[in-house]
């Protein structure tokens, strides 16, 4: 068989799946803007169907279908931490069975990928480890990703929690309350905090105590250092102590933490580069201090 003839199918069935897909989008866009457009305005509910509307055919037919499915059979503890895996990474819009379609959906595409593939080149004894293989790797890749996201994800808070303490602070010491305090973080500061922080105010708005809210926000996030402010800032509103004082110890001591995360990464540089000085250097030099010598030695 010509070694041709496997990348051409691959990219075949790619264009093939990738049009269907793109059909069935159109066609089910086409088909809830023409029922909306026959309704009544004042009947639409305009947030669920613009959720339906960008929901992927994919998605929808792996999580309904099949995570469903799945999820029924799985104990309540494991489908409890992929909720606080999903929540911690900021996907509070995916569903659990979404997930758990998701992860299979890859996992089979990746075993019918390689057993096709196997078709091509012909059967042997690898026909089934290889696809069992490609299986495990398309269910583990998407919680690799999450997990890659996550710690993305707090990376980005624990560098801007220190430059957020100081604006609470100022915002407190100029004569704001805690939650005018924590609204100027929300409007000045851009990315995963300040969307948490403003999670946390809409829930008091709605009616939750604020210690409360800042408690399910800490769960939510999972930070320690986060966490610490937060168990901070309620005792000190409880006990009638100064929360700016405590803010700004708190942003104090997460900049020195920062320092020294900053020189423990600075101290393994060395160690690192030994690996690079050994693969790569080392032989070259060996090679154009001992290659001479070894040619005269090999031709006498």
Request: proline share 5%; with cysteine.
């Amino acid at each position: 068989m010509s070694p041709i003839v496997f990348p051409i199918s691959i990219a075949i069935v790619g264009v093939g799946g990738y049009g269907l897909l793109r059909w069935h989008s159109r066609k089910t866009l086409e088909k809830r803007l023409s029922l909306a457009l026959t309704l009544p305005r004042e009947a639409m509910d305009t947030a669920r169907e613009v959720r339906k509307l960008h929901r992927s055919p994919l998605v929808s037919l792996l999580g309904k279908r099949l995570g469903q499915r799945i999820q029924k059979m799985m104990p309540g503890a494991k489908l409890a931490e992929m909720q606080n895996q999903l929540i911690q990474a900021g996907l509070t819009q995916v569903r659990i069975y979404e997930w758990i379609g998701i992860r299979v959906g890859l996992a089979l595409a990746f075993a019918s990928f390689m057993l096709f593939y196997r078709s091509l080149v012909g059967f042997d004894q690898q026909l089934v480890i290889q696809p069992l293989a490609g299986g495990a790797l398309g269910y583990l890749l998407p919680n690799i990703w999450l997990g890659q996201r996550i710690k993305a994800r707090h990376g980005e808070i624990r560098r801007i929690l220190p430059f957020s303490l100081d604006l609470i602070r100022i915002c407190i010491q100029a004569g704001l309350d805690i939650s005018g305090a924590l609204r100027r973080v929300v409007d000045k500061v851009h990315g995963p905090l300040s969307d948490e922080f403003g999670r946390m105010l809409y829930e008091v708005k709605m009616g939750k105590g604020r210690d409360a809210a800042l408690a399910d926000m800490s769960k939510r996030v999972n930070l320690p250092e986060l966490s610490s402010f937060i168990t901070l800032m309620i005792q000190a509103e409880k006990y009638g102590m100064s929360i700016g004082s405590v803010i700004e110890t708190q942003a104090d001591q997460m900049r020195l933490q920062k320092s020294q995360r900053v020189r423990t990464k600075a101290a393994r540089v060395p160690v690192l580069m030994l690996i690079p000085i050994v693969l790569f250097i080392f032989p070259t030099i060996f090679i154009v201090l001992l290659g001479p010598a070894y040619i005269l030695l090999a031709n006498q």
